[in-house]
């Protein structure tokens, strides 16, 4: 007698099984921890402490959730194509140095509800750009777009290098940073958005970019799940040749979901630079870009399930930061040890619990029961 095994539900494999790949990445982490001499459980509950045991630990939690929802949705859009764009991070950067290149140009004549948009589009339209090269590429001349994009990381920081030393650094200033936005180019703190309605919160790096976050996810949402244009994207990925038979241009799609997702990329740099620092800086993307690749695996490259994984890296980021302050003996790459654990079981290893779960949910289900193997089987 064997419980038969059915597919997973569409929520369970959004939800249940990252959640049980989570929990086995957590056992392993809780040996290592008793290895190395700390106790898991205190450790543990200084890592939730530290992630949301306050409202600043929890602004600083969605700040970090922020840029991973963007690296994670800039992934899913190309995965979703059959693409695999690993140059969320150049395409943060360029993102990032259009934004900061629109406001040094306009923030001294244009007002807030002028320059703020201003500078969201011009980091979607340099994100864009600097993923159509390599789209393009891919589409018209063969070449394979995991090298191309991998390559384009370092041409983008490269780049950022030499204009922010040579070019866009302040004058005077001996850091290669560029003069401080105007007023009218900073998107407002989430402190100072709650204090305008009567809510007191300690201050942090949360900004109100993790409303364009959200934005984000609903139209992913809708643009792959509830448009032609989404289904024709998705159709390719599953199907290239399905989709050229219903008439889909391949080349023209490559390009479309490449430059939303360096468009989605880009957006990096709004929380960073307009949300943050509120001038031009090196180093902003600080790896979001790579994280964003295991926060799409692990949320199924369904925007749900990426803001879930992006809010759990942001917990790991923030709450890792108190925990390798509180016990020495868990350094800052022991909280790497951790991210890498949770991308291994989320990952490579995503499919060990499957058949456990196809059992439990066919033992469970409505009218299943234990069934009989066919004979010969």
């Given at each position: 007698?064997?419980?038969?095994?059915?597919?997973?539900?569409?929520?369970?494999?959004?939800?249940?099984?990252?959640?049980?790949?989570?929990?086995?990445?957590?056992?392993?982490?809780?040996?290592?921890?008793?290895?190395?001499?700390?106790?898991?459980?205190?450790?543990?509950?200084?890592?939730?402490?530290?992630?949301?045991?306050?409202?600043?630990?929890?602004?600083?939690?969605?700040?970090?959730?922020?840029?991973?929802?963007?690296?994670?949705?800039?992934?899913?859009?190309?995965?979703?194509?059959?693409?695999?764009?690993?140059?969320?991070?150049?395409?943060?950067?360029?993102?990032?140095?259009?934004?900061?290149?629109?406001?040094?140009?306009?923030?001294?004549?244009?007002?807030?509800?002028?320059?703020?948009?201003?500078?969201?589009?011009?980091?979607?339209?340099?994100?864009?750009?600097?993923?159509?090269?390599?789209?393009?590429?891919?589409?018209?001349?063969?070449?394979?777009?995991?090298?191309?994009?991998?390559?384009?990381?370092?041409?983008?920081?490269?780049?950022?290098?030499?204009?922010?030393?040579?070019?866009?650094?302040?004058?005077?200033?001996?850091?290669?940073?560029?003069?401080?936005?105007?007023?009218?180019?900073?998107?407002?703190?989430?402190q100072d958005a709650l204090a305008a309605i009567g809510i007191a919160v300690a201050p942090s790096a949360l900004n109100l970019s993790i409303v364009l976050a959200v934005l984000?996810?609903?139209?992913?949402?809708?643009?792959?799940?509830?448009?032609?244009?989404?289904?024709?994207?998705?159709?390719?990925?599953?199907?290239?040749?399905?989709?050229?038979?219903?008439?889909?241009?391949?080349?023209?799609?490559?390009?479309?979901?490449?430059?939303?997702?360096?468009?989605?990329?880009?957006?990096?740099?709004?929380?960073?630079?307009?949300?943050?620092?509120?001038?031009?800086?090196?180093?902003?993307?600080?790896?979001?870009?790579?994280?964003?690749?295991?926060?799409?695996?692990?949320?199924?490259?369904?925007?749900?399930?990426?803001?879930?994984?992006?809010?759990?890296?942001?917990?790991?980021?923030?709450?890792?930061?108190?925990?390798?302050?509180?016990?020495?003996?868990?350094?800052?790459?022991?909280?790497?040890?951790?991210?890498?654990?949770?991308?291994?079981?989320?990952?490579?290893?995503?499919?060990?619990?499957?058949?456990?779960?196809?059992?439990?949910?066919?033992?469970?289900?409505?009218?299943?029961?234990?069934?009989?193997?066919?004979?010969?089987?």
């Amino acid at each position: 007698m064997i419980l038969a095994r059915r597919p997973l539900p569409a929520w369970a494999e959004i939800v249940v099984l990252p959640a049980v790949n989570i929990a086995l990445a957590f056992v392993t982490v809780a040996v290592i921890v008793r290895v190395i001499g700390a106790d898991p459980g205190h450790a543990l509950r200084l890592l939730v402490l530290g992630a949301v045991g306050s409202s600043e630990s929890i602004g600083y939690t969605l700040y970090y959730t922020t840029n991973f929802v963007f690296t994670g949705l800039a992934v899913a859009v190309a995965f979703h194509a059959g693409l695999f764009n690993i140059g969320g991070e150049g395409q943060a950067y360029l993102g990032g140095l259009g934004c900061g290149l629109a406001i040094l140009a306009f923030d001294g004549v244009l007002p807030a509800p002028v320059m703020i948009p201003v500078g969201i589009l011009a980091a979607a339209l340099f994100g864009a750009a600097w993923a159509a090269v390599p789209a393009w590429l891919q589409a018209w001349r063969g070449s394979h777009i995991v090298i191309t994009t991998i390559m384009f990381n370092f041409l983008a920081a490269a780049l950022m290098v030499y204009l922010m030393v040579n070019v866009l650094i302040a004058p005077g200033s001996m850091t290669p940073q560029s003069r401080t936005f105007a007023a009218s180019a900073s998107i407002p703190s989430m402190q100072d958005a709650l204090a305008a309605i009567g809510i007191a919160v300690a201050p942090s790096a949360l900004n109100l970019s993790i409303v364009l976050a959200v934005l984000c996810c609903l139209g992913v949402w809708v643009f792959l799940w509830h448009t032609p244009w989404g289904y024709s994207l998705r159709t390719m990925g599953h199907n290239p040749e399905a989709a050229v038979y219903a008439g889909t241009n391949l080349r023209h799609m490559t390009m479309l979901a490449m430059c939303l997702s360096g468009a989605l990329a880009g957006f990096v740099g709004v929380n960073e630079l307009m949300g943050v620092h509120h001038r031009l800086v090196l180093d902003f993307p600080a790896g979001y870009g790579f994280a964003g690749i295991a926060v799409a695996l692990m949320g199924r490259s369904h925007p749900l399930g990426i803001l879930l994984a992006a809010l759990l890296f942001g917990a790991l980021q923030q709450g890792g930061t108190e925990l390798s302050f509180e016990i020495p003996a868990i350094t800052r790459e022991m909280v790497v040890v951790i991210q890498g654990l949770v991308i291994l079981f989320s990952g490579a290893l995503v499919n060990m619990p499957r058949p456990w779960l196809q059992r439990l949910f066919a033992l469970v289900g409505r009218g299943e029961g234990p069934t009989k193997r066919p004979e010969g089987a």
